[in-house]
């Protein structure tokens, strides 16, 4: 296998930390390498594939798909693009939709929204609140958005017009109101690259409330906590509240690229024929995929799935590192969960994979794991035993 890492390296740019391994195929939730060894996938392609490996389903509508259309363009009709958008206006709660092919375009999308809101109300130079920790993407924009300096860091001038809050801390955002340039708030109802940090389901409505106060665009990245993976379509749900922007990508195609933006009245009419575009959003194939992807998550339960197993899943960690010095904290809803320990843990990634489980580490520190919604309790009970004494015997070791 070396061989095969070594000759398909040195051609490819080298932004990624990989680990040496190259995956083959997968059934479910598991895949296998090229050389034959077996992983428990506990990471789903970072909260991308809700199906899992090889859908019964999914494989034989999108293998239809392809041998009909891949691709067309923007200047027909999609019909199932049209299909796709009224299904995340019903489950959404909102209005309409505007298609792309990855979190950071959905994201664009939606700053481009704040800042034409803005303008349209004559606020020439508008700003949008942003979060610490927050991670929404690698463009300029979104960026300039991101809440990482590490990540920031040789790529200035970033955009201006972000001002950045903490977390769940609802009077520094009222004092952000003090200035008239805010157009929107701007966060992940779960922080995915920060580290798995929940907003406060009552945060969330302070929030809501000040929002129609001020008359602020409500604008909630749902790239990887949203389509089912807290047990609810969208994590915010949980909060009762409806965003008024709504940037979508990730699980949403099962592991064919889509983004989506997903607009409430106070948003959907902003965009005219001329404001916005790209060449591949909204192409049959991606449709097909958003359109199949939903049909069996309804079908099959996913959004119960994912938050009972999810639970289980969170109860038996708790259970297992429970006062275990050198653990901070099991956090996180559904299959969303981050188990952070007080100290670097990166190495644990090649370990686990040693172990035969892929999962990865955010924030330094923080294990995450986000793993297919169809995983079964008896999966989850597997992360558990391979997790656990990883963690305990890399917390024995001196720092
Ligand atoms: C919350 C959130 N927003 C945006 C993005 C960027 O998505 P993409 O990598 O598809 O551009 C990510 C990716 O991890 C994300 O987690």
Redesign the pocket.
Known sequence: MSAFIEAASPHTMNTYGRLPIALSHGQGCRVWDVNGREYLDALAG??VNTLGHNHPQLVPALQDQISKLIHTCNYYHVPNAERLAAKLVELSGMQNVFFC???????EAAIKLARKFGHDRGIERPKIVVYEK??????IA?LSATGNTRIQQGFGPLVEGVVRVPLNDIEALKAVAQDPDVVAVFF?TI???GGINPMRWDYLRQVRALCDEQNWLLMI?????GMGRTGKWFAHQWAGIVPDVM?L??GLGSGV?I?AVVAGPKAANIFQPGSHGTTFGGNPLAMRAGVETIRIMEEDGLLENAARVGAHLKARLEEALAGRAGVREVRGHGLMLGIELERPCGVLTQRCADAGLLISVTADSVIRLVPPLLLTLAEADEIVARLVPLVHAFLTESA
């Open positions: 970072i909260a092919s990855t979190g950071l375009e959905a994201n927050a991670f929404h993407g690698r463009s979104t992940e922080q995915g690259e990245d749902e790239v990887q906590c940037p990508a990730k690229p983004g």
